[in-house]
């Protein structure tokens, strides 16, 4: 006689090492086609809400639009250190739309490297020597870890010189809010459940073009005319190799 077997998805990074030591759980771990990213603001000239000066005063220009600022926000998050604490060492660093073993993925790409110094010099290059003051949103009952994520984010910025209020919220609240470009920094995931690049480059990445099923969650309306032609004959490409030289590399 043999009891029931049920199964349990995505258990809590707190509580894995407690299961490890009950003989009565098998615990399997393999790396999730899901990735956490950020999307931010680049469709408005003007600042954007929830981002202006330290004194809470609205600013002229978006700076989420220059490279430099995003570079920056980019060098300030210390991966290792996210996947180690916040994740207990149950992730991956990323460097692209899917961990660099799926198909289509680019060798080349390495996860940016930690380096907040080097984003406060960027930062004064743009003309923001003293920062500025910026919401981070995300979901709350999402994905695992997803509020501590956005959390320790704003930790790392803070340390940069940006001052950073974090807000997260239920999912079926905060995917509304940020279909509708609400938010100017948002923590997203997005699991590419076909096993290759493509279907997360053109639901993320490609200009945003609703009649054309491109780009459709592309929140942070990120638009490049040289990525969209090469992602246009990556989708049409029968033939892998080919594809593997057209790709760049679910909610």
């Known amino acids: 006689m043999s009891g029931d077997v049920e199964m349990i998805e995505t258990v809590p990074t707190a509580d894995i090492a407690k ?28 600042a954007p809400v929830f981002l202006t000066d330290k004194a809470g005063t609205p ?17 300030a998050i210390n991966r290792d250190a996210m996947v180690s604490k916040v994740m207990e060492g149950r992730a991956v660093a990323a460097s692209q739309q899917l961990v660099d073993n799926f198909f289509g993925t680019s060798k080349k790409l390495k996860p940016t490297k930690f380096d907040p110094e080097g984003a406060k010099k960027l930062l004064a290059e743009a003309g923001y020597p003293n920062g500025f003051a910026m919401a981070i949103h995300g979901p709350n009952n999402r994905y695992i ?16 010189g940006i001052d950073v209020k974090v807000d997260t919220m239920p999912s079926s609240v905060y995917f509304t809010r940020a279909t509708k470009l609400e938010f100017s920094y948002m923590v997203l995931g ?12 053109r639901s993320l990445l490609a200009t945003n073009d609703s009649a054309k099923g491109m780009g459709v969650t592309n929140r942070g309306r990120y638009s490049n005319a040289t ?7 990556a989708l049409v490409t029968m033939d892998d190799k080919k594809t593997r030289r057209h790709d760049s590399g679910r909610s």
């Open 19 to 46: 299961l490890e030591k009950e003989p009565k759980f098998a615990l399997s771990n393999k790396v999730s086609h899901r990735v956490i990213y950020v999307h931010l603001n680049q469709h408005q000239d003007q």
């Open 145 to 160: 870890n997803g509020a501590a994520i956005a959390q320790t984010i704003g930790q790392f910025y803070s340390r940069i």
């Open 59 to 75: 600013i002229d220009k978006n700076p989420l639009k220059d490279v430099r600022v995003r570079k920056a926000l980019l060098m």
């Open 190 to 201: 997005w699991g590419t459940e076909s096993g290759e690049l493509r279907s997360a480059l």
């Open 227 to 233: 990525f969209d032609k090469a992602l246009s004959a």
